[in-house]
């Protein structure tokens, strides 16, 4: 069974520094997926990865995957207050379209 | 662009009623998911449907079912309510590229449902 591990779970952070989340997954999955929600509303999509070595960037954030080391990493850079909210990456199981997520990142941007 | 609408966005139940959350997908779009977010969790998949037909499904209760109908909009039923079944309700669109995968899920905005 597929399992999505994100670390870390919390993260505070000051206005221009940089950092990096974590996704780890269990089993071989072709796509990968990265969304940004904020309390109570929608999940947005940030980044699709596709294949292994996959880079994509959006302003402050820069997502990658590492499909033999089963790892997708999401940077950001000089983060600023605006980016505060709950990061989710989630992976395709195997044979069906289902996600599986992670338990999420809750970024906090302290002035 | 038009995006996957849920309705409604807010309900309220009492224990053992029952809730009808409809989801119209993206025009083209043919396959429909729901998740399941209870609060200060990550989504849980649910069912989904291709084509009207069940495609999957995930850790979805026998106190509910769904279906996707003609038009392609698709209605989860929940019967006896429980507190617990208080969440974040969200359906998901996409279209199926062949021979295989999807061309990416654009989520609907939830409809929040507390039980109480």
């Known amino acids: 069974e597929l399992k999505v591990e994100q670390n870390p779970l919390f993260l505070s952070m000051q206005e221009g520094k940089n950092y990096t989340i974590y996704c780890n997954y269990s089993t071989t999955s072709d796509r990968l997926y990265w969304y940004r929600q904020d309390p109570g509303k929608s999940l947005e999509s940030l980044f699709v990865?596709?294949?292994?070595?996959a880079v994509k960037q959006e302003g402050r954030l820069m997502a990658s995957l590492d499909t033999k080391a089963r790892l997708s990493t999401l940077h950001i850079t000089a983060a600023v207050h605006d980016l505060s909210a709950t990061y989710f990456c989630a992976v395709e199981q195997g044979g069906s379209e289902k996600l599986v997520f992670g338990k999420g990142t809750k970024l906090t941007v302290n002035p | 662009a038009a995006g996957v609408i849920q309705s409604p966005r807010h309900l309220i139940k009492e224990k053992r009623e029952t809730a009808t959350l409809k989801c119209y997908p993206i025009?083209?779009?043919?396959?429909v998911y729901w998740y399941q977010q209870g609060p200060g969790q990550d989504p849980q998949f649910l069912i989904s449907f291709y084509e009207k037909m069940q495609s999957d499904k995930g850790s979805i209760p026998d106190r509910f079912s769904a279906q996707q109908f003609s038009d392609y909009h698709s209605e989860l039923n929940m019967s006896s309510l429980e507190l617990g079944d208080s969440a974040l309700y969200f359906c998901?669109?996409?279209?199926?590229?062949?021979?295989?995968?999807?061309?990416?899920?654009?989520f609907g905005s939830g409809t929040r449902l507390t039980v109480v």
């Open positions: 025009p083209r779009h043919d396959t």
């Open positions: 990865l596709l294949s292994n070595g």
């Open positions: 998901a669109s996409s279209r199926a590229m062949y021979p295989g995968g999807n061309y990416g899920y654009t």
